[in-house]
């Protein structure tokens, strides 16, 4: 089994719990910020757009620790491209990272029916006939930046669980929960492999993503775009095979003209998983390239992909 799970019991969250200690004064700017973003949410979605590349250039002048991880992220994964090119592509990913804000201020408040006044779906006849077939969903999707409103936009048609990371600030925590139960049943916690398997046994549908470095733990080492030695996690084969599962691509992007989102679920992959947990996660990388080249501006090119390396002692890559 997999390191990256644990066997935590009964670890659901099913609602957005409030306290008293959320409006402490130390949390009074963070409030602020939420309610000016709230405020934002009821422009028009190109307006919300044009202000959010512009907050992305001025992170790009003032975020130099995220700018230099993230251009030499697309250093070691497109050797094959121009400076000219890569220092372009950089500035639109900051772009798409600030507009991000406005993905996900939009996916936790718009109305149900706003929602579906900005989307498209494709694909979605896959996860219907699949749960038919009473077999569970696992969407093997990627950190694209409109990933929130994936979600939200996916719940428009068939509720899914939510996998996600506890926040570490109580009214962060607070506002991802409620805003993410808007369009899901429930969420797990990323490391509870038991409710992850009971809710594909149901069946059900879940979100799980193998593109992050998630340090050593049973992880391999594979090629991921330029860089042969990446790590690389293989816990999707463990929660197909448990969870007795299909494994469904997921891709969402931001519209070229800003107006929408659009969303494509791809057919169940055939035999998978298979036997080799080696040759899942080549396939699996494999997949993420496909997915990631739809729309590379809008990955979350600021996570430091690479950090572990097949040999502790070796030089960091960043």
């Not at 042969?228 to 293989?234: G, L, P």
Request: proline share 5%.
């Amino acid at each position: 089994m997999s390191a990256n799970f644990q066997w935590v019991h009964d670890v659901v969250v099913e609602q957005a719990q409030f306290s008293k200690a959320l409006l402490h004064p130390k949390h009074w700017g963070l409030w602020f910020g939420l309610g000016l973003g709230r405020l934002l949410s009821m422009l028009p979605l190109h307006w919300q757009m044009r202000l959010g590349k512009a907050i992305g250039r001025f992170m790009m002048k003032f975020a130099k620790g995220r700018v230099k991880t993230a251009k030499r992220n697309l250093e070691l994964c497109f050797p094959e491209m121009s400076d000219a090119e890569r220092q372009d592509l950089l500035k639109r990913n900051f772009e798409a990272t600030g507009t991000a804000i406005f993905d996900t201020v939009c996916a936790w408040w718009w109305s149900d029916k706003r929602v579906q006044n900005h989307m498209n779906i494709k694909g979605q006849e896959h996860v219907q006939t699949t749960l038919d077939n009473g077999q569970g969903v696992i969407l093997f999707a990627v950190h694209c930046l409109p990933l929130e409103m994936g979600a939200r936009i996916f719940g428009q048609f068939n509720p899914g669980v939510g996998v996600y990371r506890p926040h570490n600030n109580p009214v962060m925590e607070y506002l991802q929960v409620k805003g993410r139960l808007r369009s899901n049943k429930a969420l797990i916690p990323k490391k509870d492999m038991r409710q992850m398997v009971r809710s594909l046994r149901a069946p059900d549908v879940i979100w799980y993503t193998a593109d992050q470095d998630f340090g050593r733990s049973s992880a391999v080492f594979i090629p991921f775009f330029g860089v042969q030695e990446a790590a690389t996690i293989t816990g999707g084969t463990t929660l197909a095979k448990l969870g007795k599962a299909k494994v469904l691509p997921f891709f969402v992007e931001r519209n070229a003209d800003d107006k929408g989102y659009s969303i494509e679920i791809g057919a169940p992959l055939e035999d998978f998983p298979g036997e080799n947990e080696l040759a899942d996660a080549l396939r699996g990388n494999k997949i993420i390239e496909q997915l990631i080249s739809r729309n590379m501006a809008q990955y979350m090119w600021l996570h430091r992909r690479f950090k572990t390396r097949p040999n502790e002692d070796a030089p960091s890559l960043y």
